[in-house]
Structures are given as C-alpha cells and as structure tokens.
C-alpha cells in the first residue's frame, strides 16, 4: 500500500501540560512522518466550522469551548494506511478504554480531554489537512 496522509490535532490540555513533544514522539515511533505541523489558538468560528458536524449534539458547544481554551497543534501525517494507523495509536476516545501504549491511554485526562484528534477516514482527512493548511505548507 502506498504512502498516504492524515490530519491530527494535539489538543489544548496536552498542549498545556507540555506534551507536544511526547504525542509527537509517539506518532512517529507508530511510523508516521509529521509532513506539516503548526500551533495555533483556534478561533470560535474555526471550532465551529470544524466540528460543524456535530451542530446538533448535545456536548457541541463544550467541545468546541475546550477547543478554544488555548493553543493546539494541527498537523499531517504521512505513512502507510495513515489513518488507521493514526487512529491505532491515538486509541479509544475513553482513555479508561484505550488499549496499554496508544497516547490516550497514557496521555489523557479524560473522555473530553482525550489530547488527540484524528481522521476517521481518507475522504475526512483530505477535508480537514485542506481546514488548516495550504498545500505549499506540507513538505514531505
């Protein structure tokens, strides 16, 4: 299979713990390649534009506050089956669920401030790299 890319964001109460470094330093032991990175303070309307999907669930305005708390880091990874791989190292959204070795299971502080967000799929993960970043800021 060939090299592809996903997106993920290191969250604001990773970032706040100082933590970039060790999410980072476990995505590429899982074998991705960061292609793109850069840390923002997401805006409201960033927020939510970004989880937009979810307009109409009930925690969509907490989420999209703790998104707003302070500074997160957006980036692309690359590697093979990219998503999936992501997704196998982030772990279970409950960090009381993810398997022993993924970065919520030994990163997170709770099901809301679960440090990492990732891409559930190709098509989304197109969408969100496209979200955040130019394509003249990804290098590979």
Same mark, same amino acid.
Do not use: I, K
């Given at each position: 299979m060939a090299a592809n890319r996903t997106f993920s964001i290191i969250k604001p109460d990773a970032t706040r713990r100082n933590?970039?470094?060790a999410v980072t330093k476990m995505l590429e032991d899982a074998g991705l390649r960061v292609v793109a990175s850069k840390r923002i =303070?997401?805006?409201? @309307? =960033? @927020?939510?534009?970004?989880?937009g999907v979810h307009k109409e669930r009930p925690f969509f305005n907490d989420l999209v506050s703790f998104m707003v708390s302070?500074? +997160? +880091?957006? $980036?692309?990874?690359?590697?093979? &089956? @990219? +998503? $999936?791989r992501n997704r196998d190292i982030m772990g279970a959204t409950n960090p009381e669920q993810a398997a022993d070795g993924t970065i919520r299971k030994a990163l997170a502080e709770s099901i809301e401030a679960n440090s990492v967000?990732? #891409?559930? #799929?190709?098509? &989304?993960a197109a969408i969100e790299i496209a979200y955040f970043f130019k394509p003249e800021e990804i290098v590979g």
């Open positions: 933590l970039t470094g =303070q997401m805006t409201r @309307a =960033q @927020a939510e534009g970004f989880y302070g500074p +997160v +880091v957006v $980036q692309v990874l690359e590697g093979e &089956n @990219a +998503v $999936q967000h990732g #891409s559930d #799929s190709d098509e &989304n």
